[in-house]
């Protein structure tokens, strides 16, 4: 009984510690100087949810791109001198490592100043928490007046480990 129940804590650990790969801009070749203030992939990354365990992956051209992490100020900048990493690969996955703001500009001349830059802002592990401790007591009610509120990931992802810990919990009593 002792083993069942140590490899289902060790499941449930390895289902809720996997990070997901999460394409720059939602799909390929969209590294690269936007046409237009809403094509910046910032407004994209102010929708996305970036959690630690995550890993950004730019698809590109890499005859004529390039991907640099660099800091707060070079990326304001848009300082290429002295990038903390630098890509040329055209295919780059970045793990997301820590918690705070990550940021990325155009290895080439002149990109990042037509606004080829990217600013990711990583949550930290307590964020849910804070979050639920702050939330209200009562059920939201949606505009059409329902009580029906959707669910986001980590609730399903918690609803789903809890349905496989109640599903094996009755085969520990038959060993």
């Known amino acids: 009984m002792t083993s069942l129940m140590m490899c289902c804590l060790f499941l449930l650990l390895c289902f809720f510690?996997?990070?997901?790969?999460?394409?720059?801009?939602g799909k390929s070749n969209t590294w690269k100087v936007p046409e237009s203030t809403e094509e910046r992939l910032n407004h994209w990354s102010e929708r996305t949810r970036f959690k630690i365990g995550d890993s950004l992956l730019w698809k590109y051209n890499a005859e004529n791109d390039s991907v640099m992490?660099?800091?707060?100020?070079?990326?304001?900048?848009?300082d290429r001198s002295e990038p903390i990493?630098?890509?040329?690969?055209?295919?780059?996955?970045?793990?997301?490592?820590k918690?705070?703001?990550?940021?990325f500009?155009?290895?080439?001349e002149g990109h990042c100043q037509r606004g080829e830059k990217l600013l990711v802002v990583v949550l930290s592990p307590n964020h849910n928490r804070r979050n639920a401790a702050a939330a209200p007591l009562?059920?939201?009610?949606?505009?059409?007046?329902?009580d029906h509120v959707p669910i986001n990931s980590a609730q399903r992802s918690v609803a789903t480990a809890c349905f496989l810990v109640l599903l094996l919990l009755p085969l520990a009593f038959l060993v």
Not at 17 to 25: A, D, P, T
Not at 85 to 97: M, P, S, W
Not at 138 to 146: L, Y
Request: charged share 30%; glycine share 14%.
């Open 85 to 97: 990493r630098g890509y040329k690969d055209g295919h780059t996955k970045i793990e997301l490592e």
């Open 138 to 146: 009562t059920a939201p009610v949606t505009k059409n007046g329902s």
């Open 69 to 78: 992490q660099v800091s707060e100020k070079d990326y304001m900048r848009c």
């Open 99 to 103: 918690s705070g703001p990550y940021y």
């Open 17 to 25: 510690s996997e990070g997901r790969e999460i394409l720059v801009g």
């Open 105 to 108: 500009i155009s290895g080439e």
